[in-house]
């Protein structure tokens, strides 16, 4: 009973704190692939607060094909950290080699939130403040952009109303609903 007292509280801020910087650096690498506007105050925040951990990661590992793979080496191993931090405040029986292949369901996961919610606040700015201009908006904008320009080329808005966002949603629901059980399933992982 008291053990589980004080390590709610404990999970909790560790699920926090690590997740909030797992999401930073998702963005950073979501942002470069999306070609967003680097001088953006917002962008330049997350770049100065992600590089103390990806210089030195990117002098030992190096880009692929265009992408950042020092972002996706941090994000793997910071939540493998934080679900083997995790087991230890919880008492629970795992290794090391577990939370590696634990971690990579919950990062496709964050992945697909991270595209519904941009969706979500671009319609909700769309709706209470149409046409202004914001960093955070083109941010938004910028990384939507690849799955809603795709949408509204197959569906036409109605008298004005454009669906695609509620479209590709549903598909990014979908997605998660039909890629995330078998991918925790193959890895056997515990959580969620």
Known sequence: ??????????????????????????????????????????????????SPVLHPLRRIIPGFAGLDTASIVAMWLLKSSELMLILLITGSAGHLLATL???????????????????????????????????VIGLVQSLTAPLLQPARRLIPSISGLDLSPMAVMIGLVLLKMLLLPPLRMLVATPFR
């Open 101 to 135: 292949a634990w971690s990579i369901p919950e990062l496709v996961g964050l992945l697909i939130n991270v595209f519904l919610y941009a969706i979500l606040i671009e319609v909700i700015i769309s709706w209470v403040n149409p046409g202004s201009y914001n960093p």
């Open 1 to 50: 009973m008291t053990s589980s007292y004080l390590s709610n509280p404990l999970v909790f801020l560790v699920e926090i704190l690590f997740g909030a910087y797992i999401l930073v650096l998702m963005l950073r690498f979501l942002l470069q692939l999306v070609h967003a506007d680097f001088y953006n105050p917002v962008s330049q925040f997350i770049v100065r607060i992600t």
